[in-house]
């Protein structure tokens, strides 16, 4: 076999990583727990997954332009502040809901023009927003915890044909996205911008209005798993949100997705990524774990993530090079 072909096929083999370390988790830790290879523990980590699910499928769309959004667990943040407020006001769900989803919005529009009118790095400009908007949420919230009535909780502890109701949500949010990327011109476009985007904007793209509404999609994604959050955990804490960002974007780069832009998919690779973190910190918690191990594994996950992508990356750079 040639060298052109053993980088393909080795190509195929990192793209396939985060599933074949995802059944050897189920494996391994179901043989040492009982508890953990269990349908009733397939769907609470399906349960836990689906708010990084939302979120990381918006990190995506930013990814895929070669940008970053560190600012999604600040957003939450504002949002959950926001609807806590409302419901202990006596505002509905739906009401908290639809403001979450507008204060991620704004948010991914606010770094739209950050980064394509005033032109600022992605990681500078949504850096920024993460500390401005970490800053908004603990003035809303007064740095205290907000006790959300129970009907708050309907929603989340709710199941259609036993899956959970947050799954149904996510999984939604996944096909439209995964629809959107293949079979839309925006979705090609967006390869196109990640890819090389002066060769885009050559072929006519409007790269800064392409750019502008993955950062959108993003902020929208993050007030929509803030919700989904919100309804599983009933309380807006003063650390809601934190380190979503970076869960995000593992998420998304175990399920292929490139940091340098143009290569990556929604379904299976952003899912199957967010699915494999949500098995991992299970597995530790079936396992009895010492916490203080999480922060180790969880940097063991980021830096596997980093490596992955990065061999890919030269991989696939050497095989265009190949004539």
Known sequence: ????????????????????????????????????????????????????????????????????????????????????????????????????????????????????????????????????????????????????????????ASAWLGVPAVAWFAAAVALSAQLTLRNTPFGRQLYAVGANAEAARKAGVNTGLVVAAAYVISGLCAGLGGVLALSQLGAVSPRFGELYEFEAITAAVLGGTSLYGGRGQVLPGTVIGALLLAAIFSALVSVQADPYLYPLVTASVIFLAVLLDTVRTRLAVLDARTP
């Open 1 to 156: 076999m040639n060298s052109s072909g053993r980088r393909r096929r080795a190509v195929v083999a990192i793209n396939a990583a985060a599933t074949i370390v995802f059944a050897l988790i189920v494996v391994g830790v179901g043989l040492q727990s009982e508890r953990f290879a269990t349908a009733a523990n397939a769907v609470q980590i399906v349960a836990q997954a689906s708010p990084i699910v939302v979120v990381a499928i918006g990190m995506t769309f930013v990814l895929l332009t070669g940008g970053v959004d560190l600012s999604v667990g600040a957003l939450m943040f504002i949002g959950a502040g926001l609807a806590g407020q409302l419901a202990v006001g006596g505002s509905s769900l739906w009401v908290a809901a639809a403001v979450m989803a507008a204060v991620g919005t704004a948010g991914g529009l606010l770094n739209a023009l950050l980064v394509t009118r005033i032109g600022l790095l992605p990681f500078v400009a949504t850096l920024a927003t993460l500390y401005v908007g970490r800053g908004l949420g603990r003035w809303v919230t007064e740095t205290r915890a907000i006790n959300l009535p129970e009907s708050f909780l309907a929603f989340g």
